[in-house]
């Protein structure tokens, strides 16, 4: 039987959707298709994509903006509120963001070429964004196999088509609450896999052994707990779960800090200020950082400056570290390269929160949008994140004694423990072979 062609979809709204798709890109023998993009999409429909893509821009950073930005924000973000998950109720019916979006499809073309491109192919479609999943289902596309997945802990309706019961999506969830609320928007169990968030590869190693998440783990832990507060109370269960039988008789002492700025450049101004908080402790050798910058330069440029206020220039390229390229798949090789080093990742709670998974604690940044806030209430039921306990300035103190008293190596055990890691195998084994079998192992989720 000759095997269908598949197709990875995802758009350029800041990081988070190619983000997703990335780690998917074996699965595929072309590149990932970035829908809206000049190269792929026509001028007509390429000038609505640019609008939506600009306002997305201006709201992720408006929250930067005293006072204004946050009444900037209120509209945008009252389109996107998630609804109380409890009590339990039929949310099936379309909200206004869904009838939103059948009315850009419809009438104004949206995603008119895509639907062209793939027409007559018998093509299975895997897409991180809900629009162009959508779309294919309100043009009754149905001689494709159709995957959307969810990017974060919880979601509007909008990610739903406005008649559920009839859907032929398959929904890739991340996590168990996605694919409860996903039950309450109307969609049939029978098309919901728990398969859990696509992580990279290069940071897991094999599906069987996990064998390169392990050993970074196992000494991004040494690093951690320079007390052994933490190794008092789980020293066998980290010997049995990571393949180990001994501590070692010499550890590293410093450690690393990555803090990522949104896809928008929302929260770059941080730096500034954390970097002159931990002058003393980088000068000391005592830490080194990662600052994922993204691709946008005037980010890049921005932590340039940043760099020569503090007096730390001079640090760049052996004790800091600019995590950028304006080409996002080289960029995301690079970051997923500095993740195997980095000891505590800082950013706002995005689809970077599944990343927890690697055993990476996550030091919480101030949420935008409702989906971000659904996202660090997850990370703190899973006590994987941890929101910093004191404010900017003051991070030379705090973030050393999260680490004296071993709670970043908690934070990093629980994520490793309590959120699946094994999403990219999962898919890549449901799409090929049509079957997907859940496991209640934590190695194997």
Known sequence: MEQKKIKVISVLMGLGHIRAAYPLKDLTDEDILIYGSRRVTPPGEHNIWKRIKNLYYIT???????????????PMLALQ??????????MSHPNFAVKYLYFMVKKKGLCSSLLQSIKDQDTVVIHTFYATAIA??????????NYLLICDSDFNRVWVPPDPSVSRIKYLAPCTHVKKRLLTYGIPEENIYLTGFPLPKENIGSKEKLEILKEDLWNRLLRLDPTEKFFSFHRQSVFYWLDK???????????????????AGAQVEMIEIILKSLKQKIIEGKIKIQLSAGIQKRVFEKIIGYLNSAGLYEFLDERILIIFDQDVYKYLEKFNKAMRVTDVLWTKPSELSFFCGLGIPILIAPPIGSHEKMNMRWLQELH????????????????????ENGRLAEAAWDGFLKSRKLGTYHIENLVKTGTFIPSQHPLEQ
């Open 384 to 403: 994987a994140g941890i929101k910093p306990p004191g404010r900017l300035e003051y991070t030379h103190e705090w973030l050393f004694d999260l680490r």
């Open 136 to 145: 294919m289902e309100i043009e009754n596309q149905h001689q494709h196999d």
């Open 60 to 74: 992720s950073r408006a929250g930067n903006i005293p006072v204004i930005g946050k009444y900037f924000l209120a």
């Open 81 to 90: 509120k998630i609804e109380p998950y409890y009590p339990v109720k039929d």
């Open 245 to 263: 039988n001994a501590m070692p008789e010499q550890r590293e002492d410093v450690f690393t800090l990555t803090f990522a700025v949104g896809g």
